[in-house]
Antibody, heavy 120, light 105 residues
């Protein structure tokens, strides 16, 4: 079965960077886009971008251009999301999510989420 | 960017009620719309894709309709497990609505 397991909670100071990992299992990692979505406390869902694990190609939401970097390591079926120049309003739960199928590119599978707290 | 607007933001209902949530897109998205359910502290769960296709394992009391810019999620008979927040999403470029919280009346 498809599983996405994320790294643990992080506490960072303003201006620092954070790198969250998402280890995939139960399917061919290079076959499906991996997306990153975040949710600030009490707020809605916000798409940050996606990576094609096969090619490494990325698409980022305009809001995060220049601050986010998505990468992958195909040898260990793991995707990464790094956010730099952190601010207090980056405090959120960060999720990785995979397309349901090759045709249905809605989020059929989600990681458990990683809480990133930005505080001085 | 395509904007998604849900209404209402909060909905108070009782077990057994028929519940309808509306989602509007700022431009046509054909049928590229999904609905998710999220409970506190949990990741969202896909309920509906392609506007009206029920994801495997989702109870048949959930249904979706619409195309173009207007979409609805209907729960035919609200169950205790259905009290949660619901999000629509257009997945041409992945934008979510702001969410609708379904709470106990």
């Amino acid at each position: 079965q498809v599983q996405l397991v994320q790294s643990g909670a992080e506490v960072k100071k303003p201006g620092a960077s954070v790198k969250v990992s998402c280890k995939a299992s139960g399917y061919t990692f290079t076959g499906y886009y991996m997306h990153w979505v975040r949710q600030a406390p009490g707020q809605g869902l916000e798409w940050m971008g996606r990576i094609n694990p096969n090619s490494g190609g990325t698409n980022y939401a305009q809001k995060f251009q220049g601050r986010v970097t998505m990468t992958r390591d195909t040898s260990i079926s793991t995707a990464y999301m790094e956010l730099s120049r952190l601010r207090s309003d980056d405090t959120a739960v960060y999720y990785c999510a995979r397309d349901l199928t090759l045709v249905v590119v809605a989020a059929g599978y989600w990681g458990q989420g990683t809480l990133v707290t930005v505080s001085s | 960017d395509i904007q998604m607007t849900q209404s209402p933001s909060t909905l108070s209902a009782s077990v057994g009620d028929r519940v309808t949530i509306t989602c509007r897109a700022s431009q046509s998205i054909s049928s590229w719309l999904a609905w998710y359910q999220q409970k506190p502290g949990k990741a969202p769960k896909l309920l509906i894709y392609k506007a009206s296709s029920l994801e495997s394992g989702v109870p048949s009391r959930f249904s979706g309709s619409g195309s173009g810019t207007e979409f609805t999620l209907t729960i035919s008979s609200l169950q205790p497990d259905d009290f949660a927040t619901y999000y629509c999403q257009q997945y041409t470029t992945w934008t979510f609505g702001q969410g609708t919280k379904v709470e106990i009346k």
